[in-house]
């Protein structure tokens, strides 16, 4: 089954590309130039991972996948061109799933789309047992968190961090198990996006996110999911 992607990026050379390379891989890549065509495009379509550049000619990325993310969880893949950390941090704040900077190789973009598109689906059908710790409650089937019957809004990374972390409750998890599990290879040493995607988390699911008590951080070691949470 092929995957349905829209790229909302300014260069059409880039985006023609990418729509070569991709389709003998059943990824079926359509393209849009402006932020006004890419929303207009997004809310016609039926697409399943969103690749967004954050330099627009008529607007600015991080303000479309504010967006975006306000009316959608459609997992996004977020272009840097400078590749610099705070335009990630940036993103992966405002709800992108991933990033990846330009210049970029395109079999590393496949391997990403095919990463967030994977999470971004209904979910394992062998693993949708219920998960419940106090008040909060964890559904792999519908994908949803809620707080006493609240849903969380969470994006499909985060909700897969969240869900690895319960699912491992007790047991200390490193940031290079923790992305290995979601992301299926390692972890740029450096790369600090987790801590981003754990502190948005924090905030969807704690009482008081300076004070968690659901996601415990402990230091040079990695995160904690207490098994027993009566809250």
């Not at 590309?17 to 059943?26: N, S």
């Amino acid at each position: 089954m092929s995957t349905t992607v829209l790229m909302i990026d300014d260069d059409e050379n880039l985006t023609a590309m990418l729509a070569d390379y991709l389709t003998p891989m059943d990824v079926m890549l359509d393209a849009e130039h402006t932020v006004a065509e890419g929303l207009a495009r997004l809310r016609q379509g039926s697409f399943e991972v969103l690749i967004l550049d954050v330099m627009l000619p008529d607007g600015d990325g991080f303000d479309v996948c504010r967006a975006v993310r306000a009316e959608s969880t459609i997992p996004i893949l977020m272009l840097t061109a400078r590749g610099d950390e705070m335009d990630r941090i940036v993103g992966l704040e405002l709800g992108a799933d991933d990033y990846l900077p330009k210049p970029f190789n395109p079999r590393e973009l496949l391997a990403r789309l095919r990463a967030i598109a994977r999470r971004g689906a209904a979910g394992e059908p062998t693993a949708s047992t219920l998960l419940r710790f106090g008040r909060l409650e964890i559904d792999p089937e519908q994908r949803q968190v809620s707080i006493a019957g609240e849903v969380r809004p969470l994006t499909g990374h985060q909700f897969d961090l969240l869900l690895a972390l319960a699912r491992n409750a007790g047991r200390v998890m490193s940031r290079d198990a923790l992305m290995n599990h979601v992301r299926g290879h390692q972890l740029e040493a450096f790369d600090r996006s987790i801590d981003v995607h754990i502190s948005r988390i924090r905030a969807a699911i704690e009482d008081d996110a300076k004070a968690p008590r659901r996601v415990l951080t402990l230091r040079g070691a990695g995160y904690l999911f207490p098994r027993n949470q009566d809250d």
